[in-house]
Nanobody, 115 residues
């Protein structure tokens, strides 16, 4: 049974940094796309960033220049380096890994940006 386990969330002051990690356990197979999504209270889940097999990345406009997505394909692990955090980044962050057969989701890790 495949599980995605996120870590690295927490409370950080505005302007601070956090690094999220998401590791897949079990036999997930060949992952085509890895990504991070977030959902703030009262809002819909939104795409934050994705990274494809070839290494190409995509970011939502609000995080460009502040967040960096990366991966260790051999370990089926994806990372999200978040810098210059603002209160607007407060949300539960979800990891996603897509194979040809299925789209897997983690349970989420809470990021709170507050002074």
């Amino acid at each position: 049974q495949v599980q995605l386990v996120e870590s690295g969330g927490g409370l950080v002051q505005p302007g601070g940094s956090l690094r999220l990690s998401c590791a897949a356990s079990g036999s997930i197979g060949s992952v085509n796309v890895m990504g991070w999504y977030r959902q703030a209270p009262g809002k819909q889940r939104e795409l934050v960033a994705t990274i494809h097999n070839g290494g190409s990345t995509n970011y939502t406009d609000s995080v460009k220049g502040r967040f960096t997505i990366s991966r260790d394909a051999a370990k089926n692990t994806v990372y999200l380096q978040m810098n210059s955090l603002s209160p607007e980044d407060t949300a539960t962050y979800y990891c996603n890994q897509q194979t040809r057969i299925w789209s897997y989701w983690g349970k989420g890790t809470l990021v709170t940006v507050s002074s």
